[in-house]
């Protein structure tokens, strides 16, 4: 039994399902298993599809065909190289790669294969309390803001690396980051003492407790913010509890239960509503979304570009390019500093590798996934 053909785009009608415990696998109406130009023993059965809107999900790993019982029905060696997930009336694809890719030392199988999922990014403690708001009134969205601070301090000169799309955990739950910088506020006419909002009112109220509880840090917290009057940012001279204080009046009309966007170094806003209390000097988990890793051999029948075994991916694509024909072996994953790379590796050299749809294709588009 040869280690290795030159065929990676074998016919592969029909679906299959996996029996995990025998290794049996039964095709559906269509399958020619052992025919020539389709699957045969010493073969390699890819379970499922990669790529498209299925993304990793839909693609269940390679296993070495060992055995023929008829055209529909075959046996695999081994199911090391299977994620474990349940195959049943799935799309397959057939290959002729080298079969010791599957479980050897290079371990090219699904189970080392990792899907995208939010990890910690780093800790941070809030500089003040914030609390949820208690009887809300008809309209209040209730409180969307986490209280840090964003500037730069000794040693990290730059500020905290938090962005749009990172999550703050909150009750348990992770809470999507909607603006870095910029805190929301309710207006609202209900304050005692409060000024009617309006084009000419310079005192804004807002709904008490809503979003901005950072009381103690009120002077702090006006400075050097603006509240976003459409295109325009009106410098702000103070914020409370109820009521916030603008330099000059809005261009535009405010109503009752508008939501206003400030912004400032010393606060987030998330998507949803907090649904627990945060404490001062509360220590807060960031996580940010890694993309995982996959590992893929892949059949290349003509050298795509001349690039280098590792790049970063830039808008030209070119971190897709391989070094040479042949079998080779693909490994994209996340660096440490959140940049995607992608890394090829000739596994064996060599010219005429048959490519095609039936197959793999070079890079692998993998959709929203």
């Known amino acids: 039994m040869a280690l290795w053909g030159a065929n990676d785009n074998l016919l592969s009608p029909g679906t299959v399902s996996l029996d995990y415990s025998s290794g049996t696998v039964t095709a559906s109406v269509g399958a020619s298993f052992g025919f020539v130009g389709y699957g045969g023993t010493g073969d390699v059965i890819r379970f499922g599809v990669k790529g498209g809107e299925g993304g990793y999900e839909d693609y269940f790993g390679d296993a070495v065909i060992t055995g023929i019982t ?12 299977l994620s474990g997930a349940s195959i049943a009336s799935t799309d397959y694809y057939v ?170 170094l010393y606060g987030i806003s998330v998507a949803s509503t907090l649904t627990a209390d945060i404490s001062l000097l509360e220590n807060l988990t960031f996580k940010r979304l890694q993309l995982g890793v996959d590992r893929t051999v892949y059949g290349i029948g003509a050298t795509v570009g001349a690039g280098q075994s590792m790049a970063p991916v830039g808008e030209d694509g070119l971190a897709y390019t391989t070094q040479g024909n042949g079998w080779v072996g693909v490994t994209t994953y996340m660096d440490c500093q959140g940049n995607l790379r992608v890394k090829s590796e000739i596994l064996v050299a060599g010219v005429g590798i048959e490519t095609g749809s039936n197959g793999l294709l070079y890079p692998t588009d993998l959709g929203n996934a």
């Open 70 to 81: 008829s055209f529909r029905v075959v046996t695999i060696g081994s199911t090391a190289g």
């Open 95 to 264: 290959s002729q790669l080298p079969k010791n890719t599957i479980t050897s030392v290079y371990d090219f199988s699904e189970k080392n294969t990792t899907e995208q999922s939010l990890q910690p990014h780093f800790v941070d403690v809030s500089f003040a309390a914030m609390s949820t708001p208690t009887g809300l009134v008809t309209g209040e969205l209730g409180s969307k803001n986490v209280p840090i601070y964003l500037g730069g301090v000794p040693g990290l000169p730059e500020g905290v690396d938090i962005k749009v799309g990172d999550t703050v955990t909150n009750d348990g739950n992770d809470l999507l980051i909607a603006g870095v910088g910029t805190i929301v506020v309710t207006a609202s006419q209900f304050n005692t003492g409060v000024v009617g909002v309006g084009t000419s009112a310079k005192p804004i109220g807002i709904n008490t407790g809503s979003y901005v509880s950072f009381v103690p840090h009120g002077a702090g917290l006006a400075e050097g913010a603006t509240l976003v009057d459409g295109p325009n940012n009106i410098p702000i001279t103070s914020i409370g509890s109820s009521v916030i204080t603008i330099e000059a009046a809005t261009s535009n009309g405010i109503a009752t239960g508008q939501t206003l966007v400030i912004n400032t």
